[in-house]
Structure formats: C-alpha cells, structure tokens
T-cell receptor, first 115, second 112 residues
Framework: KAGVTQTPRYLIKTRGQQVTLSCSPI?????VSWYQQTPGQGLQFLFE???????NKGNFPGRFSGRQFSNSRSEMNVSTLELGDSALYLC??????????????FGSGTRLTVV | SQQGEEDPQALSIQEGENATMNCSYK?????LQWYRQNSGRGLVHLIL?????REKHSGRLRVTLDTSKKSSSLLITASRAADTASYFC????????????FGGGTRVLVKP
C-alpha cells in the first residue's frame, strides 16, 4: 500500500512569505502529526490531527497552523516566514487513536529553505 | 524540549561489529520507539517496546527498556554499511495522544 506522501519535497521561500505543506496519510490512518527537524533543535512536535480535530499542539508560535480534511489529508501553514523556519518538515500517520503500540509511518519530508 | 537524550552522539564501527546506543527519558511512557533516518530523509520505524516489556528483538535489532532507570538501549548486531544512518529514540508518553518526543539521535557510521 502507498506510504505517507508529502508535497512538495523541496521549497524555497522568502522571508515574510507564507507556505503551505501537504501530507497524505496511509489509507485508513486517521491520525496525522507534524514534526519540524532542524540541526539546532532536533525533532520537535508541531501538532496532531485526528478526524479533522487538532488534539495536540507543540510549543510553536501561532504562525504555524494546520488542518485536516475529511479524507484525512492534512496541510500545515506557516505565515510570515522567518529564516529560522528553514527545516525539514515531517508528517507521520498512525492508524490508532493513541500511540498504543504500532509506531508511526513518516513521509519523506518537505525541506523548506527561507532566504 | 526533548524528552530523551541519546548516547553516544556519534559512533564509528567496522562492518560486522555490533553497535550499541542508549536513550534516557524523563517521564512515564506508554512505549518507546526507535527510528532510523538516512541523510535527512524521512524516519523509518524500527521497533517499538511497550512500558511493560523489558526486551524485544527484530532481526538484527535488540531493544531493552528499564523503566526504573528511564532508559533504553538499541543494539544492532553484525552491522552492515547500509546501517549507516542516524538513530532516534522517541517516547510516547501517557495521556498525550499521538505525540512523540524525540531524543537528539546517534549518528552511526559503519565502515566497509
């Protein structure tokens, strides 16, 4: 079966712009979570959606937002981009309502560069 | 903030040798997971160990969990050049929904 699909793979944006990243989870997976990976801060949790509802949010400013559609596809948006937003953004999907034991399937990520 | 710390940060071994890396965490967990990442690509799930388990095997991987010490270890036996990657532990903490908290990772280099 198809894995987690993230688009686009690479993105270059200018400071002050906004960006939207997309994630299509594995068919049947209703939980989608987003992570930011940077050399300085490592892997950090952004937010998680389940059945179109945000259940968890990490410690990121309000410029970072997301949503989930009825088909479980998710988007995250970053407004007013800053240089420090340059990172690899990873999406993960899970079949279960809570992380009770099957792991998460990650996409290949979107590498965002802010110039 | 990161829940876990991994040790060592980097590891260089010869093909055929074993690689061991450790992970410590701070709060009670549902389970602890290990992931591999090749060159800044996506994370690949390797193995999951539940809080009531002490040891788990999957192929050449062996994971241990000591909840009293809040620590885990990942052993890769008979390493291959293809095992060169970064390895991350991630904790799934109680009552947090689907949210993983990652350690800083261990970079493993397996020399042929």
């Amino acid at each position: 079966k198809a894995g987690v699909t993230q688009t686009p793979r690479y993105l270059i944006k200018t400071r002050g712009q906004q960006v939207t990243l997309s994630c299509s989870p594995i068919s049947g997976h209703r939980s989608v979570s987003w992570y930011q990976q940077t050399p300085g801060q490592g892997l950090q949790f952004l937010f998680e959606y389940f059945s179109e509802t945000q259940r968890n949010k990490g410690n990121f400013p309000g410029r970072f937002s997301g949503r989930q559609f009825s088909n479980s596809r998710s988007e995250m948006n970053v407004s007013t981009l800053e240089l420090g937003d340059s990172a690899l953004y990873l999406c993960a999907s899970s079949r279960l309502t809570t992380g009770l034991g099957y792991g998460y399937t990650f996409g290949s990520g979107t590498r965002l560069t802010v110039v | 903030s990161q829940q876990g710390e991994e040790d060592p940060q980097a590891l260089s071994i010869q093909e055929g040798e074993n690689a061991t890396m450790n992970c410590s965490y701070k709060t009670s967990i549902n389970n602890l997971q290990w992931y591999r990442q090749n060159s800044g690509r996506g994370l690949v799930h390797l193995i999951l160990i539940r809080s009531n388990e002490r040891e788990k095997h999957s192929g050449r991987l062996r994971v241990t969990l000591d909840t009293s010490k809040k620590s885990s270890s990942l052993l890769i036996t008979a390493s291959r050049a293809a095992d060169t990657a970064s390895y991350f532990c991630a904790t799934d903490i109680k009552a947090a929904g689907n949210k993983l908290t990652f350690g800083g990772g261990t970079r493993v280099l397996v020399k042929p």
